[in-house]
C-alpha cells in the first residue's frame, strides 16, 4: 500500500466503535443529525431499515427521513406506515427536472433536510444492525477533524458468507490504486452506508448516478485530505444483489465519474453488453447518465453554515 494509505489506515480506521450511544448523545451537544434513506422500489425491505433507526429519534438522530426515487411499488406507502418522512424528489428543488439516479436523491436530501451532520444509510439492506448509525458518527461527533466518514463490513453474496461487492474489488479498489493510490486503504470505497458534515457535503458536486460514491470520495480527499476522512467497521451488511449485467451499468457510471474527478478524459456515457438470442449473441446498449449535480451551496447559500476549508 502507498506509504500515506498506511499512514491513513493506521491512524483513521476503527475495527470497532468504542463509544456508547449515550456517550455519542452527550458529545452530540447542539449539533443535529439527519439521517437520509435513498429508495427506488424497496417495498420489501425499507421499513426494516427504518425499524432499525428510529429508536434513535430524537435523541442521536434528529430526523429520518426517506428520499423517493420515484419508485412504483409500495415504498412510499410502507415507508410512511413505518414511521419515517418522506420526501419525492421532486418535493424539493421542484423548478429542476429530476435526473435519474441515487445520486439525484442524495443531493435532493440536502435541500430537504437540515442536519449539521448526515447519515446515508441504503434501504435495500436485509437485516442491518441497529449501531450502522451511531458507529458512522462516532468519529464526526468525537474527532474534531473527519469530515467524512465511510462504513465497511464483511459482504455475503446470495447464500455466500463473503464474496459480495463485486464491482467493489474488481474495479473501483484497482481504479483507486491506480488513480488515486493515497485512497487505497478504503476498504469499502462504494458503501453505501457514510456519514459527512453538510459544510463539506454542500461543497461537492454530486453525480447523478452510482459515481456518487466514487465522487464524494475522490472530492472530499481533495478538499479535506485524508486527515479528514475515516472509516468505520459495521460488521455485516447483506443487500439485494443485482445481476452482473446491471452491475456493468452501475461500473460503467462509476468508471466515468472517477476519471472526470481524476482530469481524465471518458467516452460518453453508453455501454454495450452483449446477451445471447436463440444461437446468436447479439449487442444491447444502455445509455449510461453521467451527469453531475453542482455543489448544493451554490443553488442554495446558506450563511449560518461556517464556510467549507
Ligand atoms: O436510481 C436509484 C437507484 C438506487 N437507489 C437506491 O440506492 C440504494 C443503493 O442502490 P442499489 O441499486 O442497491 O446499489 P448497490 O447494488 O447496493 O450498489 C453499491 O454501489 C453503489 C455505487 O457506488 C452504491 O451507490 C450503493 O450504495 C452500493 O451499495 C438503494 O437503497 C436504492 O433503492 C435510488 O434511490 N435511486
Ligand atoms: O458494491 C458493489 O460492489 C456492488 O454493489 C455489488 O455488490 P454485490 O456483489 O454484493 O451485489
Redesign the pocket.
Known amino acids: 500500500m502507498d506509504a500515506a494509505a498506511r499512514a491513513w489506515f493506521a491512524s483513521r480506521t476503527w475495527q470497532s466503535a468504542g463509544w456508547t450511544v449515550a456517550e455519542l448523545v452527550a458529545a452530540k451537544g447542539s449539533r443535529t443529525v439527519s439521517v437520509v434513506l435513498p429508495a427506488l422500489n424497496e417495498q420489501a425491505t425499507v421499513a426494516g431499515v427504518i425499524a432499525s433507526i428510529a429508536p434513535l429519534v430524537p435523541t442521536l438522530v434528529d430526523e429520518l427521513v426517506v428520499v423517493d426515487s420515484g419508485s412504483t411499488d409500495a415504498t412510499v406507502e410502507v415507508a410512511l406506515a413505518a414511521g419515517a418522512r418522506v420526501v419525492h424528489r421532486t418535493d424539493v428543488l421542484s423548478d429542476l427536472e429530476p435526473l435519474p439516479g441515487k445520486g439525484e436523491v442524495l443531493w435532493r436530501s440536502l435541500a430537504a433536510t437540515s442536519g449539521d451532520l448526515l447519515v446515508f444509510v441504503d434501504s435495500d439492506l436485509v437485516d442491518p444492525d441497529p449501531m450502522f448509525v451511531p458507529t458512522l458518527l462516532g468519529p464526526l461527533l468525537l474527532e474534531p477533524d473527519i469530515q467524512l466518514v465511510k462504513g465497511f463490513y464483511r459482504?455475503?453474496?446470495s447464500t455466500e458468507d463473503s464474496?459480495?461487492?463485486?464491482?467493489?474489488?474488481?474495479?473501483?479498489r484497482p481504479l483507486l490504486s491506480v488513480l488515486r493510490p493515497e485512497l487505497a486503504g478504503v476498504i469499502?470505497p462504494?458503501?453505501?452506508e457514510y456519514a459527512g458534515t453538510r459544510r463539506l457535503l454542500e461543497a461537492v458536486p454530486f453525480a447523478s448516478g452510482y459515481g456518487v460514491e466514487i465522487g464524494l470520495l475522490l472530492d472530499a480527499h481533495e478538499r479535506v485530505g485524508l486527515p479528514g476522512l475515516a472509516q468505520v467497521n459495521l460488521g455485516v451488511r447483506r443487500?439485494?444483489?443485482?445481476p452482473l449485467a446491471a452491475?456493468g451499468v452501475?461500473a460503467r457510471q462509476i468508471l466515468s465519474t472517477a476519471l472526470a474527478r481524476c482530469g481524465l478524459p471518458a467516452a460518453p456515457g453508453a455501454l454495450t453488453q452483449f446477451v445471447q438470442v436463440a444461437d446468436e449473441w447479439l449487442p444491447d446498449t444502455a445509455a449510461v447518465p453521467t451527469a453531475d449535480r453542482p455543489p448544493m451551496r451554490q443553488l442554495r447559500p446558506s450563511p449560518s453554515l461556517p464556510r467549507p476549508r
Not at 443487500?239 to 443485482?242: G, I, L, V
Open positions: 459482504r455475503p453474496l464474496g459480495g461487492g463485486r464491482v467493489t474489488e474488481l474495479m473501483a469499502q462504494l458503501a453505501g443487500h439485494r444483489n443485482q452491475l452501475m
